[in-house]
Each structure stands twice: as structure tokens, then as C-alpha cells.
């Protein structure tokens, strides 16, 4: 079975909402795609095609992609106050619950959470799990600028961790842009700043050692996370304050994290393998918005045994499937 663990829903009500709040302009491309843009850069888009259900399920016969995860994208619900997020939380979760009633053997769900309240979070993760069926959660990169290793989390780690569910982490743009204005530098470097920021926080901070038992699956390969590792190992080595909540190398807990494939590269996946081994690596597509097959994985110099687990195996071990 080909699993891809990085899809996303699509939704006219969140957009909308979206733009209503953040007061987006709205910009129309020649190729059809609808752009949101805040500030000189597109901060979500759609297509006509992204909203039709049998269209993607049409796409993934062609691509030969058996089933799906299906996740919110950034902003995420994380922009809205307190109040708001949890009731955009619960629409997109029942959308999406919706999206994968209909579909059972082709869309899975990962839910999204109002984690500007902890305590809501908790009650919406027990319904999405309870209830929807959601067979993970997605967790952002920051939530609106508080970073993940804040101690107001833990209490979400915890039980987390109790139930080992998986956790997919989706890169949010940093709530610093300077530097990142133009050429959708806020999506292009943005994001994957912020994939290797929050993993290395996570990291440092403990977060992986005190909760060890839920699967942790990084975007976009992880952004530079890997490449970045010798030098993370380093400070532990130097710094009291980089050892002050580890009691190993920071290179030996990303080796027990998990990996999509959606630094689509050659080179890139081959170093994510070569460092952490086929068996934490996941087939992901960023489907729609990238719509991806899975060329990428298959044309690898790696075993059969390893393209297998990467193109299912893997993601259905994790979510348990």
C-alpha cells in the first residue's frame, strides 16, 4: 500500500474566514490559482480543483497513491484569538471527519488543534480522536510566535505521548519576516527555517526525552534539521546550557524522529536516509499544492525492501494501519 502522510484539505469556509480576518487580498493567476496574500506575500492559495473530492481521488488512482493523509496547512487556525481558534478547530476537524467517513479506504485525518488554549486542545484531541476518528494530530511549527518547547504545552505532550499518537509537524511562517520580504521568501526559506527551529527547540529543550514515546514526523525532510546536526552535537559539547535538558547527543534524537519526503530532491533524500535509515523516512507529496507523485522515492538508488517501507511501510507502522 502507497501511504502519503503529507495531503491536505482544502476548505472555502476556513479560507474565507481567513482572509476576512487577516483582511487578505485577493490575486488571480494566470494558471487558476487564487492567491491570499498579506504584505507582499502569499500567505495561502487555492485552485478550483482543490475543493473537488472525486478530482484528487481521480489524481491519486493516476499516481498510483492508495491512501491518504489529510491535514490543514498553514496558518493553520492559529491566527484567530482564543475563542475563534476553537471554533475553527472543531469545523475544519468535522470537515475533514466528513472528507474521511465518505472515504475510509482512501483519506485518513489528522487533526488540527486550538493550542492558543491548552486546555481546549486536550478536549478537542480527545474528540478528534474518540469521536472523529483522526488517527493523528498536526502541530505547527510555532503558534503564532509561542514556540513548542513553552512549558504551557507540556501538559499536551503528556498525554500525547500516553496514547503514543503520532504527531505530523507542518511548517508556520516565522513571526519574524525581516529579511523574507519578496520572491515568497516567507514560503520558500520561511517555512524550512522554521521545520529546523522547532525541531532543534525540541530537541535542546528536553522535549523528545521527557515524552519518548509518540512518533514525531517532520515536514520537508526536516528542513535543515540533518544537515545541521554535527553542529547541534557540537553544542552539546561546549555549552552547559545546549546538555541542560539532554542527556544524549542531539544527532541520536533525530534519529528517532521521522522524516516525509518532501524535500522531494535526490541528494536531499539520500543524506535524510544515509543519516537516519529508510526506516524513519515517509512518502509525502504536499499534495495539492505541490501534487507530487512518487518518482521521487522510486527513483532512488536504494533497495526494493527500503522503497517499500518508504512508500508505505513506514507510515503504516506508525499510524498503525
Avoid at 487533526?111 to 483522526?134: C, I, N
Amino acid at each position: 500500500m502507497t501511504i502519503d502522510v503529507h495531503a491536505h484539505i482544502v476548505d472555502r469556509r476556513y479560507l474565507d474566514e481567513l482572509s476576512a480576518t487577516l483582511g487578505l487580498e485577493m490575486q488571480r493567476t494566470d494558471d487558476g490559482k487564487t492567491l491570499f496574500r498579506h504584505g507582499g506575500s502569499t500567505v495561502a492559495w487555492s485552485r478550483a480543483d482543490m475543493f473537488d473530492v472525486n478530482a484528487r481521488l481521480a489524481d491519486m488512482d493516476a499516481k498510483r497513491i492508495d491512501l491518504r493523509m489529510l491535514s490543514l496547512s498553514t496558518p493553520n487556525v492559529y491566527l484567530w484569538d482564543r475563542v475563534q481558534q476553537i471554533a475553527m478547530a472543531r469545523h475544519v476537524n468535522d470537515a475533514l471527519a466528513r472528507v474521511c467517513r465518505d472515504h475510509p479506504d482512501r483519506f485518513v485525518g489528522l487533526a488540527s488543534l486550538p493550542l492558543k488554549d491548552v486546555e481546549a486542545s486536550l478536549r478537542e484531541l480527545e474528540r478528534a480522536t474518540q469521536e472523529l476518528g483522526m488517527k493523528g494530530v498536526l502541530i505547527g511549527s510555532n503558534i503564532d510566535g509561542v514556540q513548542l518547547d513553552h512549558a504551557c504545552f507540556d501538559p499536551l505532550w503528556a498525554r500525547i505521548d500516553a496514547l503514543r499518537l503520532p504527531v505530523f509537524e507542518h511548517p508556520m511562517f516565522p513571526k519574524n519576516d525581516d529579511g523574507l520580504e519578496g520572491f515568497e521568501l516567507p514560503l520558500r526559506l520561511g517555512l524550512i527555517f522554521d521545520t529546523t527551529l522547532v525541531a532543534t527547540r525540541l530537541i535542546y529543550s528536553g522535549v523528545f526525552e521527557r515524552y519518548p514515546h509518540f512518533p514525531y514526523i517532520l515536514a520537508h525532510t526536516g528542513g535543515a534539521l540533518l544537515i545541521a546536526l554535527e553542529r547541534l552535537d557540537n553544542g552539546y559539547r561546549l555549552f552547559p546550557d545546549c546538555r541542560k535538558y539532554i542527556s544524549e547527543l542531539p544527532s541520536e534524537y533525530a534519529k528517532r524522529l521521522n522524516y516525509d519526503t518532501t524535500a522531494f530532491g535526490k541528494n536531499a533524500l539520500m543524506l535524510a536516509i544515509n543519516t537516519v535509515g529508510a526506516s524513519q523516512i515517509l512518502l509525502g507529496t504536499d499534495d495539492p499544492f505541490i501534487g507530487a507523485d512518487t518518482s521521487h522515492v522510486e527513483r532512488l538508488p536504494i533497495s526494493a525492501t527500503d522503497k517499500a517501507a518508504i512508500l508505505g511501510g513506514n507510515a503504516a507502522r506508525l499510524f498503525q494501519l
